[in-house]
């Protein structure tokens, strides 16, 4: 190589790429005589610019046209070429062999130059897209989108248009090197269809092979419409190839591999499934899968059908219906897996009373037609099977769905439109979903369905109204609730009408009628029932009495008339309404119930709101009297003042249901059994307000002190709850006259011992003396009346007077005689030998303090009187009394008692007549030395002793005489019964 060329070698190696222009290839390679330098060092370069490079590449194959006109210039068996080089068979095979043997160069120039061309080849392919991506060239025309071979249905919406794109996806410098596939499915997978329809046009050989793998790269969000041209199909395809340079072998090759897969249906069926299923899984659009399949099956590609209406009925379900949320899975499995009635569920899903019949007709009827001409071609045909799922979704919508859905099948429409067009099966449905839902409120509702249903013009037939009543009667034992089931449904209750005709049917009809009217005034008087309930109380008293007196206490009213006159006729006017019948003879809600019985509830629930005037003004009403007995109207008024009491917090009557319960008591006209109860909630009022306890910190309810059954205990427990209590006796008489207890006069005699008793234990020794006193009077009343109360207050009598009568503190001797002696009078004969002692300590107790007095005195002390002994500790003093009880014998003996009682009565002078003398005096037994001065100092003295004495003396005479008269009435046996 000459040093010129050297240089020009070394010029064009310093040059890069980036800086090489035509005139530098020009320049620098034309001078070099080396073509084998020459086409390698255009082989070695890769350029972006398409005008630089293209002038290299031709460059490169001028300088390698002598070695191709070498070796064209050899003798072949054959001239016939197509291409560059002669076509390989066996001989030219080894002539060719034998001359790059002998020239190696132009064996390497002849391989450089099939690059070049290869390159040359894409460089055009490159222009082509460019130009195509420049000018928004597309393979397909705008508008081809809009198929008119749909056979499922309407499609909306218009086919997006890509923007189209600048520039090719990649650079000329990579694209004349890299792999073909590897280009295309960059192409497919950016979507880009015009790069890709040129890749596939001009270089058919390297590509149509792998034609269903380039496919499935393209992204599945992509409408089908954008290269449908690129699909397979079934039959042979029109291939347009226009590769940069004809190959006759290359081309045979090529179109039998195209029809060989156009020929594999099995294969393209497969495909088309699994783009499906990867669109559904990868993007849910439903839209998309459709489309793919609607090209496919409009293409002859078989099994594809069956797939489209399922796609299509899937797609109307996820863009109509709105069945699945963002984050479901969609695919053909899950559709296929959904049972029939779940899909009409779907479909309806989120309907309104607005769109729920276009809903039905558009979405639901289409896919029902689809099921049954599906069981005809399995040859099952079943005609009923789109009735069938309709009624059953009817049968579970809500109220206001099924309105919608009855309007939309009313009689008056042409048959053709009416959704349900069976007269008897639209009442069927009907009385099904209304009797088998549970709503309180929706009774507007109801009764927009009950307009809807057919009026029947049927002749009068028993036997038919029997069978609507017994079918009924049968109902409401059937929808009553159990155990085994607690609710049942409409689909149960549509089993009891199925049988039933147009006769049958319009009885029952009317008895809808009349229930939904009950329905709407129950619920107006806010005591709402499930239609259903007026099925189960059609004949049961207690169900219809127990909704009555709901309805009567809590009547709707607003607040602003809640003391309306007016509201409360209109409410009795509803109860009154509820005891009818209708034309057909149908009973209301409370036909079981008389009129005087609901007028009774009814003033019942007026009464317990509270509004008593209202309530005298109804009962004094001239022109709408209730027309109540007086009697009647004493209970009731008794028993809803006991229930405002019942449930009273506080016993204070002055406020809350107390004060209720007091002020209801003047409704009714004045009577004993009004009084009694006032003046129990009186008593109560009182017991609470001397802060009775129930257990510790809890007052007393007025509940407790009603449910107590011994209202004396409640006496006992004021007097213990508050330390001076006792001394009201006439407040706790007149507590124990109202708590019910006024006629009971043993009743008030244990009062009075309680009182007396309670003092007692205060030391109030003058207040139970008085105490004892009056109850003593009230005893003997009573025995002098021979009031059957009498034994049982002489019992409690005696026993407080003996209690106060022995107490040792009580230090007034005479008032204790006094008592001892009526224990005396008023005991049993076995408890005489218990008062006898205690007596006989009294009188020696007395003695001994006399006795005392006068040693303490001296001879010249006259005025000085003995001193009371101071009292001994608390504790000395609980042993006196425990010596005391003590010494009292329980249970004597016949012989014991009488040996006591002579040894006692011996002390009484009992005259022959009868008469009891006083006892003669120590004083005046020592009149007889009154001569002397001790004498008569000491009769000085003795007749200042005898004004204490003389006191005694009287009480001895009551003793004496309370006696007698206890000998009298039935003691002698102590003395002589031995001889009966």
Same mark, same amino acid.
């Given at each position: ?59 490169? *194959? ?60 894409? *460089? ?56 073909? *596939? ?233 048959? $053709? ?111 709402? $029932? ?11 008293? $207690? ?38 019948? @209708? ?28 509004? &008593?005037?209202? $309530? ?30 019942? @449930? ?90 109202? *708590? ?169 002078? &009992? ?70």
């Amino acid at each position: 190589m000459a040093s010129d060329s050297v240089d020009l070698c070394a010029r064009w190696a310093q040059t890069l790429d980036q800086d090489l222009t035509l005139g530098d290839i020009k320049k620098t390679l034309a001078p070099v005589e080396d073509d084998l330098w020459v086409v390698a060092a255009c082989h070695d370069r890769l350029l972006n610019n398409v005008d630089v490079h293209r002038g290299l590449l031709d460059e490169g *194959l001028k300088r390698s046209e002598p070695a191709k006109n070498r070796v064209l210039n050899l003798s072949f068996p054959s001239s016939d070429t197509v291409s560059d080089l002669p076509s390989t068979t066996g001989d030219s095979d080894d002539i060719l062999v034998s001359y790059f043997k002998d020239e190696p160069v132009d064996a390497q120039i002849l391989c450089l130059r099939a690059l070049l061309l290869s390159r040359l080849d894409r *460089l055009n392919t490159f222009v082509e897209i460019t130009r195509a991506l420049e000018n928004g060239t597309l393979t397909q025309e705008n508008g081809e989108g809009e198929w008119e071979d749909d056979p499922w249905g309407e499609e909306d919406g218009d086919i997006r248009e890509e923007e189209a794109e600048s520039s090719p996806p990649f650079e000329l410098s990579r694209f004349v090197i890299d792999d073909l *596939l590897a280009l295309a499915l960059i192409a497919a997978s950016v979507a880009s269809f015009p790069t890709l329809r040129i890749l596939l046009k001009r270089h058919p050989t390297e590509l149509w092979p792998h034609h269903f793998a380039i496919l499935d790269h393209i992204p599945e969000h992509v409408h089908p419409s954008e290269y449908r041209d690129l699909l397979p199909v079934s039959e042979d395809p029109e291939i347009t190839s226009q590769p940069w340079r004809a190959e006759r072998d290359q081309l045979s090759q090529i179109s039998s591999s195209l029809l060989t897969n156009g020929s594999d249906s099995g294969q393209l069926s497969s495909w088309y499934i699994r783009r499906v299923d990867r669109i559904l899984e990868e993007t849910g659009m439903a839209d998309i899968a459709l489309a793919l399949i609607q090209h496919g099956a409009s293409q002859g590609v078989p099994g594809l059908d069956e797939l489209g209406e399922e796609l299509s009925l899937m797609s109307r379900m996820v863009y109509r219906a709105d069945e699945f949320d963002d984050d479901d899975d969609i695919s053909l499995n899950l559709w296929r897996s959904m049972e029939p009635d779940a899909v009409v569920r779907a479909y309806l899903r989120h309907s309104t009373p607005e769109t729920i019949v276009a809903g039905i007709r558009k979405l639901v009827l289409p896919y029902l037609f689809v099921l049954e001409a599906r069981s005809e071609r399995s040859g099952h045909p079943d005609r009923s099977i789109a009735s069938r799922l309709l009624n059953d979704y009817i049968l579970t919508a809500p109220l206001g769905l099924v309105a919608a859905v009855f309007e939309a099948s009313k009689p008056t429409l042409p048959t $053709a439109r009416r959704l349900i067009r069976d007269d008897e099966e639209m009442v069927r449905l009907a009385l099904a979903c209304l009797y088998g839902n549970q709503s309180l409120s929706e009774w507007s509702t109801m009764s927009r369905i009950f307009e809807c249903l057919p009026a029947w013009d049927v002749s009068e037939d028993t036997d038919n109204f029997d069978e609507g009543d017994t079918t009924v009667a049968s109902l409401g034992a059937f929808v009553a609730p159990t155990t085994t089931r607690p609710q049942c449904s409409p689909q149960d209750l549509l089993i009891f009408f199925q049988p039933l005709h147009a006769t049958s049917l319009s009885r029952i009809l009317d008895i809808l009628d009349v229930h939904l009217e009950s329905g709407e005034i129950l619920s107006r008087w806010n005591a709402p $029932a499930p239609l259903r309930w007026l099925l189960q109380s059609m004949h049961d008293h $207690a169900q219809q009495k127990s909704r009555a007196t709901r309805m009567s206490r809590r009547h709707g009213g607003s607040e602003d008339h809640l003391d309306s006159l007016a509201e409360w006729e209109w409410l009795l006017e509803d109860m009154l309404k509820l005891t009818g019948t @209708n034309d057909a003879g149908v009973p209301s809600a409370f036909g079981s119930l008389s009129r005087d019985e609901v007028i009774a509830i009814f003033f019942g629930g007026l009464l317990s709101t509270g509004k &008593f005037a209202i $309530a005298k003004s109804l009962l004094h009403s001239k022109k709408s009297p209730l027309g109540l007995k007086d009697e009647t109207i004493e209970d009731i008024c008794l028993a809803a003042s006991r229930e405002f009491y019942d @449930n009273a917090g506080s016993g204070n009557y002055h406020f809350g249901d107390m004060k209720l319960a007091y002020d209801c008591l003047s409704v009714p006209s004045p009577s004993n059994r009004v009084q009694e109860e006032r003046d129990f909630i009186e008593a109560t009022s009182r017991i609470t307000s001397f802060n009775v306890l129930s257990r510790p910190g809890m007052p007393i309810t007025p509940i407790e002190i009603r449910l107590t059954k011994d209202r004396l205990s409640l006496v006992s427990r004021v007097l213990s709850s508050t330390s001076d209590a006792y001394k009201y006796p006439e407040v706790i008489l007149d507590l124990v006259a109202k *708590l019910g207890l006024r006629s009971d006069a043993a009743a008030t005699v244990k009062a009075l011992a309680m009182l007396a008793d309670t003092a007692l234990q205060s030391e109030d020794f003058t207040r139970a003396h008085d105490t004892a006193a009056q109850m003593v009077n009230t005893v003997l009343r009573l025995r002098a009346a021979n009031d059957p109360a009498a034994d049982e207050a002489s019992e409690v009598c005696w026993v407080a007077c003996f209690q106060l009568g022995r107490h040792p503190e009580f230090d007034d001797g005479p008032k204790k005689a006094a008592l001892l002696g009526r224990a005396l009078q008023l005991c049993p004969p076995e408890k005489l030998s218990d008062v006898l002692t205690a007596w006989r300590r009294l009188e020696a107790d007395v003695l001994a303090q006399q006795k005392l007095a006068r040693k303490t005195r001296g001879p010249g002390d006259r005025t000085t009187r003995p001193k009371r002994e101071q009292p001994a500790s608390l504790a000395a003093r609980f042993k006196g009394i425990a010596r005391s009880v003590g010494s009292v014998p329980s249970s004597p003996d016949p012989a014991t008692i009488a040996q006591t009682f002579s040894r006692v009565a011996a002390t009484f002078p &009992f005259s022959i007549g009868g008469g009891v003398g006083r006892p003669r005096s120590v004083a005046s037994v020592a009149s007889d030395d009154s001569g002397s001065g001790v004498g008569r100092e000491r009769e000085r003295d003795g007749r200042e002793e005898r004004g204490a004495w003389t006191k005694l003396d009287h009480a001895s005479e009551e003793v004496s005489s309370q006696a007698s008269r206890a000998l009298q009435k039935g003691i002698g046996w102590l003395i002589g019964a031995d001889d009966e």
